[in-house]
Nanobody
Framework: QVQLVESGGGLVQPGGSLRLSCLAS????????MSWYRQAPGKERELVTT????????NTADSVKGRFTISRDNAKNTVYLQMNSLLPDDTAVYYC?????????WGQGTQVTVSS
């Protein structure tokens, strides 16, 4: 079955960087677009950005443009989210999503906390 395992979250100071990874299994990774979402406490889950099968980035949230970069390595079945110039407002649980079928498949999430 589809499995998505996120890693790389943690505590970072404002202005710092983190790289999240999402290792996929159970499906043909190269055939599907992948997305990163996030959910802050008390807020709805929001789309951060999406990468297509061939590496084209779409639907990047205005709040992260110029700071976050999504990439993928189809040979490693992994999608990444490079996060630079982090802000306290970036604090959230970050989720990886495989855009399979009508609802997609989700990972369990990884916590990112930006605080001094």
């Amino acid at each position: 079955q589809v499995q998505l395992v996120e890693s790389g979250g943690g505590l970072v100071q404002p202005g710092g960087s983190l790289r999240l990874s999402c290792l996929a299994s159970g499906f043909t990774f190269s055939m599907y677009a992948m997305s990163w979402y996030r959910q802050a406490p008390g807020k709805e889950r929001e789309l951060v950005t999406t990468i297509g099968r061939f590496g084209v980035t779409t639907n990047t949230a205005d709040s992260v443009k110029g700071r976050f970069t999504i990439s993928r390595d189809n040979a490693k079945n992994t999608v990444y989210l490079q996060m630079n110039s982090l802000l306290p407002d970036d604090t959230a649980v970050y989720y990886c999503k495989a855009n399979i079928g009508p609802f997609g498949s989700w990972g369990q999430g990884t916590q990112v906390t930006v605080s001094s």
